[in-house]
């Protein structure tokens, strides 16, 4: 038999415990379900915490599995979410003339999982482009989801103009931060390019967590921002009906 690193194995013993649970379990359920002690349950966690393999809700305690583990199952052609999810991104590309992209945030930063393409002929390609937090839509939806503490911290950071469109003034900028939390919406009109314009909505988990982001992108040269605002309803029902896929996955 080949030999295997204990502390790897305990680790992944006990993210696998963790995706079979229906509710987010403790410690304890984890440490009993994983045939390990509690001392060392508890530093696991920490470790795939750590690398958002697991999340950790600090008001009760209990944990669920984290964003990492879609972009890994992203990695793979496996992934029923990714794939399940196709057929809605395909359905937004189509309503709103725009490219459609699936989004995760892992360890600070946005990754791809799919898009669809519009059918226009100029096209936006985000193939490995960097958009910094402040100037695109999921970024927003992102730093909506910090603690208050944390979204200060950020807005102390000297924020980059891009364009002459984007928001680098910290109370404008935590304004609309704070308005994506409650409408789960955020919008980036021509901010990080002016030739491109973008409009998001959040993917969430059953106790309102987000989980996911998905993103259209369009050409900004005959866009106005009140056209971007109104699709909102139809990222709305996408996202609605994606999270309901992530609500269901089994990848």
């Given at each position: 038999m080949a030999q295997r690193v204990q502390s790897v194995e305990r680790a992944l013993s006990l993210l696998d415990a963790l995706a079979t649970y229906s509710a987010p379990p403790s410690i304890p359920e984890l440490a009993k379900a994983a045939n390990v002690n509690r001392a060392t349950a508890w530093r696991l966690m920490k470790t795939l915490v750590a690398f958002e393999l697991a999340e950790r809700?600090?008001?009760?305690?209990?944990?669920?599995?984290g964003p990492g583990v879609l972009r890994l199952a992203a990695?793979?052609?496996?992934?029923?979410?990714?794939?399940?999810?196709?057929?809605?991104?395909?359905?937004?590309?189509?309503?709103t003339g725009g490219s459609a992209f699936l989004e995760i945030a892992t360890r600070g930063e946005l990754v791809v999982m799919d898009q669809v393409r519009s059918t226009s002929p100029i096209q936006v390609d985000?193939?490995?482009?960097?958009?910094?937090?402040?100037?695109?839509?999921?970024?927003?939806?992102?730093?909506?989801?910090?603690?208050?503490?944390?979204?200060?911290?950020?807005?102390?950071?000297?924020?980059?103009?891009?364009?002459?469109?984007?928001?680098?003034?910290?109370?404008?900028?935590?304004?609309?931060?704070?308005e994506a939390r409650v409408t789960g919406i955020a919008i980036n009109y021509k901010e990080h390019r002016e030739?491109?314009?973008?409009?998001?909505?959040?993917i969430k988990d059953p106790v309102g967590r987000t989980v996911a982001y998905l993103n259209?992108?369009?050409?900004?040269?005959?866009?106005?921002?009140?056209?971007?605002?109104?699709?909102?309803?139809?990222?709305?029902?996408?996202?609605?009906?994606?999270?309901?896929?992530?609500?269901?996955?089994?990848?």
């Amino acid at each position: 038999m080949a030999q295997r690193v204990q502390s790897v194995e305990r680790a992944l013993s006990l993210l696998d415990a963790l995706a079979t649970y229906s509710a987010p379990p403790s410690i304890p359920e984890l440490a009993k379900a994983a045939n390990v002690n509690r001392a060392t349950a508890w530093r696991l966690m920490k470790t795939l915490v750590a690398f958002e393999l697991a999340e950790r809700d600090e008001v009760t305690g209990t944990y669920k599995v984290g964003p990492g583990v879609l972009r890994l199952a992203a990695a793979t052609d496996n992934s029923s979410f990714v794939r399940r999810s196709r057929p809605l991104l395909e359905t937004v590309a189509q309503k709103t003339g725009g490219s459609a992209f699936l989004e995760i945030a892992t360890r600070g930063e946005l990754v791809v999982m799919d898009q669809v393409r519009s059918t226009s002929p100029i096209q936006v390609d985000l193939a490995g482009m960097v958009v910094p937090l402040h100037c695109g839509s999921v970024g927003k939806l992102y730093l909506a989801t910090l603690s208050d503490e944390e979204l200060n911290e950020y807005l102390k950071k000297k924020l980059p103009s891009l364009s002459r469109y984007t928001i680098t003034k910290p109370l404008q900028l935590k304004k609309e931060i704070l308005e994506a939390r409650v409408t789960g919406i955020a919008i980036n009109y021509k901010e990080h390019r002016e030739e491109w314009c973008g409009i998001s909505a959040a993917i969430k988990d059953p106790v309102g967590r987000t989980v996911a982001y998905l993103n259209v992108t369009l050409p900004s040269f005959n866009v106005s921002r009140e056209k971007v605002k109104s699709l909102s309803p139809i990222l709305i029902k996408a996202a609605n009906e994606i999270s309901l896929l992530f609500n269901k996955r089994n990848f």
